[in-house]
């Protein structure tokens, strides 16, 4: 199958995300559509090779706001039906938000816009789709109650991409989630997949709920879901 499958700047279920993306990365032709926030986020979670890993040849390429300018000319394939699906997991509350406004100012937002002109099934996974709470991963995570402000600071000479800032904080931007900072920390100051409870916003489930209503758009609530819903609904 041709599988388009966009990554937006969401940590939450990023990591199933992704390991449903290898899977069909492994046996079909996959471009893999990235925000400039994915980009980021998909380093964070130490996520990023691995997607490129599973990208290169025909119609398996990469495709971020930056090589694709303002214009995103590859999202012109979509409009012209040469993808069997678009896959868009997981789609943070804007990347939604947008899509139900008719917004495609991300190469994720419009090449969801160009496969409905081109009658291109799409699944999204939307992150805010439960109303309450829901647990989250963070990515890395400097423990300040566990830090001994140790000099000179070992994960901070650990870390190959100036990250660490030692006795504050990680820079998210910088980290590619290698955690060498982890290792070298003898007192075990960093944390790495802790869980916390977010709140989902009245709004965001709400815009999650008119995604139903676009045509070619259906919704499923876990990555799981993606490719029993391709086997079941799309047609190769």
């Not at 990023?14 to 926030?37: I, P």
């Not at 090779?49 to 303002?70: I, S």
């Not at 495609?104 to 409905?116: E, K």
Request: one cysteine or more; proline letters at 5%; hydrophobic letters at 40%.
């Amino acid at each position: 199958m041709r599988i388009g499958w966009a990554f937006t700047g969401a940590g939450h279920l990023l990591k199933e995300s992704v390991d449903e993306f290898v899977k069909l990365a492994k046996d079909n032709s996959v471009t893999v559509f990235m925000s400039n926030a994915s980009i980021e986020v998909l380093k964070m979670y130490g996520l990023y090779e691995t997607v490129v890993k599973y990208t290169g040849g025909r119609y398996k390429e990469l495709a971020t706001d930056e090589n694709q300018k303002f214009s995103f000319p590859i999202t012109g394939r979509l409009s012209l039906g040469k993808y069997d699906v678009l896959v868009v997991s997981p789609a943070t509350a804007n990347t939604v938000a947008k899509i139900v406004y008719g917004i495609s100012d991300t190469i994720v937002t419009n090449a969801v816009a160009q496969a409905g002109k081109g009658k291109v099934p799409t699944i999204i996974v939307p992150v805010d789709i439960t109303p309450g709470d829901i647990d989250t991963v963070l990515p890395s995570k400097l423990e300040l109650s566990k830090c001994k402000k140790c000099d000179p600071c070992t994960a901070a000479l650990a870390c190959p991409h100036d990250a660490f800032i030692p006795y504050k904080e990680i820079s998210l931007l910088n980290c590619v989630g290698c955690g060498q900072c982890k290792v070298a920390c003898q007192y075990d100051a960093i944390s790495e997949g802790k869980v916390i409870q977010m709140h989902m916003r009245d709004i965001d489930i709400k815009n999650t709920k008119k995604l139903k209503d676009i045509d070619e758009i259906d919704v499923v609530k876990h990555p799981s879901e993606i490719i029993p819903f391709i086997e079941n609904n799309i047609q190769k």
